[in-house]
């Protein structure tokens, strides 16, 4: 197996940018952000920036990352390369690993589906930037 880590680390800093935007949307209270909270048992408390927004940073440049060697090494240089690279590590990766971890943990059906979701267009997100901006 041939990696290729020569990866545009300005499409891997946009595409974190570019998720970290789509995740303060998706998670606004008028949006899933409310029924999120409750689901995880912490209804009442706003998300407010903090030591766990550092690592959610972190952890979207790392993701940025690793979906950028993917696409090269895959040979993804388009958009619709990206969005089909995204989908499949949202849903073979993302949504079998919420899914294992709904079922062993007994939590809600309803939290998987919030999860999964912004898992796979973060995903999709992140990957279309890569693959299309090498």
């Keep these: 197996m041939s990696l290729d880590l020569g990866v545009n680390y300005i499409a891997v800093i946009v595409a974190t940018i570019a998720v970290m935007v789509f995740g303060f949307v998706f998670f606004l209270p008028q949006v899933f952000g409310a029924r999120w909270m409750a689901l995880i048992g912490r209804p009442n408390e706003p998300l407010r920036p903090g030591p766990e927004f550092v690592v959610s940073i972190l952890a ?4 940025a990352w690793t979906l950028a060697v993917l696409a090269r090494s895959l040979g993804a240089s388009t958009l619709s390369d990206g969005l089909v690279l995204g989908a499949l590590v949202g849903v073979g990766f993302f949504g079998a690993a919420f899914a294992a971890n709904t079922v062993i943990t007994k939590r809600p059906w309803s ?3 919030i999860d999964a979701a912004h898992g ?3 995903q999709m997100i992140m990957a279309a930037i890569v693959a299309a901006w090498r």
Excluded: K, R, S, W
């Design 111 to 113: 939290l998987f589906a």
């Design 120 to 122: 796979l267009i973060g």
């Design 60 to 63: 979207a440049f790392i993701n």
